[in-house]
């Protein structure tokens, strides 16, 4: 064997090594974007969030949409929680309002008032505290 076939093979080996890293590192960093791109977000018909594809707003809101005039419940119902992460409990039937407590999954509560569309439900729990939780989260107990 000559010096140049030598040269030839160990140029030969480094090239196919430098090759085979760079197409691994390809790969990984591939492999890794995919896993780290978050899913897409739910959208559920009684979220305020704006619709996908939807543009952001560009100017702050210049007030507070008024509040749903709530439909009174006579007396209110009992109730329990359906959804497994529990609810918030809010000051007013919106999702920026104050949050003023949370509820269980399957805690029975009062549902004193529903909003026109459903969308809120003003609640009483046993230690007294009252607030607003997202409607179509509990249901009526017998």
Known sequence: MSLSGISKFILGLLLAIALLAMAGYGAT????????????RPVFPNDPSPTPGAPPKS???????????????????????????????????????AQVGGVDFNQELTVLEE???????????????EGWIKGSNTEKVN
């Open 59 to 97: 100017s702050p809101s210049p007030s507070p949409s008024p509040s749903p005039t709530p439909i009174s419940v006579a007396e209110g119902y009992l109730a329990r929680v359906t959804q497994p992460i529990g609810l918030i409990l809010r000051q007013e039937p919106s999702g920026d309002a």
């Open 115 to 129: 909003a026109p569309d459903g969308a809120w439900q003003r609640v009483r729990l046993a230690d007294g505290t």
């Open 29 to 40: 960093r591939y492999v890794l974007t995919q896993l780290a791109t978050p899913p897409v």
